[in-house]
């Protein structure tokens, strides 16, 4: 059974940096692509970054681009998501997920975790 933990969340300066854990187990993670997503309140959940395990390639929107850094460590079966430069409008619960497909993972991922919040805030 897949699942995914994150953790790391938690209150922020404007400016600030956070670093956000996603712990996978229950699947053969070479094969998957991993994902951060967000949700603010009152707003519908927005893509924030992903990474294929296999080529390590990363993507981003523009929103995040240069502030915001996916990673992943094999051996841990983990992904990072370090966040640097953060901003009030940052603030969001901010969600782990996986999917098989390339097609799929920007979208609507098979898998998701339950989330950590995050909120950037003086």
């Known amino acids: 059974q897949v699942q995914l933990v994150e953790s790391g969340g938690g209150l922020v300066q404007p400016g600030g940096s956070l670093r956000l854990s996603c712990a996978a187990s229950?699947?053969?993670?070479?094969?998957?692509?991993m994902a951060w997503f967000r949700q603010a309140p009152g707003k519908e959940r927005e893509f924030v970054a992903a990474?294929?395990?296999?080529?390590?390639?990363?993507y981003y929107p523009h929103s995040v681009e240069g502030r915001f850094t996916i990673s992943r460590d094999n051996a841990k079966n983990t992904v990072y998501l370090q966040m640097n430069s953060l901003k009030p409008e940052d603030t969001a619960v901010y969600y782990c997920?996986?999917?098989?497909?390339?097609?799929?993972?920007?979208?609507?991922?098979?898998?998701w975790g339950k989330g950590t919040l995050v909120i950037v805030s003086s």
């Open positions: 997920a996986a999917d098989q497909s390339k097609a799929t993972i920007f979208l609507s991922p098979d898998y």
């Open positions: 990474i294929s395990w296999s080529d390590s390639n990363t």
């Open positions: 229950g699947f053969t993670s070479s094969s998957y692509y």
